[in-house]
């Protein structure tokens, strides 16, 4: 139990530089209290205690602000970062070295019995305030952006971002990609709002092109009035001189 305990401290530094000592992260920090009681109620939930299983996670959910159920299956060095609003599903599975942010839901869509939740390979980071909703798998190494809606599998190595969300970067090998805090990628701009973007600088262009068009139309309107005397002159001395 205790090299469990000194495997998740070393976790949190691994990747919070706001953690200063070994006390602070025993003391301070929620996500891991509220897994280091999931551990227990989890073990009364396969024991088939299930009442004390869930009261158990209850007494969590009030001290931490995290709702784990008792039947999700968590691996190794998984960290809940600050943590307030996470909920974990019956059925949920988070591989090993997992980071969750606050306001992370991993829920169902169905009401049915069996599989409800996703399952998060090894190394996923999901971002603040994120929704994985459905019995899909997200991918090994898989970053989810902050504020995504994730309803469909999510490949390796890839990130993710937008309501539903998108793929924005895929890497094949998602062994070599390094953790990013908040799952913060080099292209998080989403792929929709990249299109209605181009789409509004043609509208502006076509916009611009009219306005010259409507000048010079103008323009050539004044000159028009401006020549129709001349013009008219210029007919009435050549009818005249056919007269003569």
């Not at 691996?75 to 609003?85: A, K, L, N, P, Q």
């Not at 999510?154 to 070599?176: Q, S």
């Amino acid at each position: 139990m205790f090299s469990r305990i000194r495997e998740d401290i070393r976790s949190v530094f691994d990747r919070d530089p706001a953690a200063k000592s070994a006390w602070e992260v025993l003391t301070c920090y929620p996500g891991m209290h509220a897994l280091w009681l999931h551990r227990f109620s989890h073990k009364l939930w396969k024991w088939g205690l299930r009442w004390l299983a869930r009261f158990s996670s209850h007494v969590g959910r009030f001290f931490t602000g995290i709702e784990i159920h008792p039947g999700a299956t968590i691996g190794r060095r998984v960290f809940i970062d600050h943590g307030m609003g996470v909920v974990i599903g019956e059925t949920a599975e988070i591989g090993d070295d997992c980071t969750l942010y606050h306001g992370v839901t991993l829920g169902g869509v169905s009401w049915n019995h069996g599989k409800r939740h996703p399952t998060l390979g090894n190394g996923v980071v999901v971002g603040a305030g994120a929704k994985i909703l459905g019995p899909f798998t997200v991918g090994e190494g898989a970053k989810i952006g902050s504020n995504s809606v994730v309803v469909k599998a999510v490949p390796p190595g890839a990130t993710v971002v937008g309501i539903p969300a998108r793929v924005v970067e895929d890497h094949a090998d998602a062994a070599r990609m390094a953790f990013s805090a908040y799952a913060v990628s080099e292209n998080e701009d989403d792929p929709l709002n990249k299109v209605l973007s181009s789409l509004g600088y043609r509208s502006d262009q076509t916009q611009e092109q009219l306005a010259q068009l409507m000048a010079r139309l103008i323009e050539l309107e004044k000159r028009l009035e401006e020549s129709e005397p001349s013009v008219e002159a210029a007919l009435r001395i050549a009818s005249g001189s056919k007269f003569k």
